[in-house]
């Protein structure tokens, strides 16, 4: 059960651009999430992003924090980091930090990106596994969503339902395919308020936790920031939501359909 809690999380939480590419969010954006298993809160997370640097060269840190809250903090406490800082210009992941805190399971990562050595791949250098050549233009569990909210879902009238969409990130030491179902718009509660939404489906693996590949949903807001808003999982013990409570810093409004009070 090691990392269930909140690696669906994270893919669902987390792009720089270009010159003339329009942005879907800025450095100081901030979003919070509530955890919870039908009316029992399990969990709280922070996405957040900012300016940096690394060796001189100013660079964008997303960062996600997780931590369980309540009865299920005293029965198995959680503390999860996740850090990835992005190259503004190509949007692709230069250093990423994997700091575990899981009952007392620990485990701490730095990856070294180098996109600029070899055309044809990318080489990472791993505290803990050394030295990887992957595919050319790999992203990290994070930086892959910001990716998506500026290249894939401004285009996303190019795309029809039932469409997979692959992002190839490393994870955990390996290769991490991403796909991800496009399954159209739907309204969806939050405790912030009501959201038209982007649905979609990462294919997920049947088996010891899983009963069907279409068992985690993500909702990204259908706006301008493209917002991760809202993820749903279905387990054999049952469902976990993960949904938006607050957020700021963002570069546009966001469209609530409808202001909801707890």
Known sequence: MKHLFFIPVLIFLLPLSGVGQVYSYQPGEKVSYII????INGGLADLE???????????????????????????FKVL?????????QSELPVKSIRNIREGRYRRYNEVIFDHKTRSDSAILTSDLTGIHITPAGIHDILS??????????????????????TIITWFTDELYPIN???????????????????????VTEVGRLFKTEDDVSFWFSADKNFLPVKIRFDIFVGGFICEMVSCEGLLYPIEYKMKETN
Not at 53 to 68: A, L, N, P, R, Y
Not at 145 to 163: A, E, H, Q, V
């Open 180 to 202: 991800m179902k496009y399954q159209g718009f739907e309204e969806v509660r939050t405790r912030a308020g009501k959201i038209k939404c982007y649905k979609f489906n990462p």
């Open 144 to 165: 892959c969503f910001y990716w998506m909210r500026n290249r894939i879902l401004p285009n996303i009238d190019n795309y029809k339902k039932g469409d997979m969409i």
């Open 49 to 75: 992003i900012d300016t940096d640097t690394i060796d001189g060269k100013e660079v964008w840190h997303s960062k996600i924090m997780g931590k369980t809250i309540g009865l299920p903090d005293a029965l």
């Open 36 to 39: 919870h298993y039908g009316l």
């Open 80 to 88: 999860d980091i996740y850090e990835s800082f992005i190259d503004p």
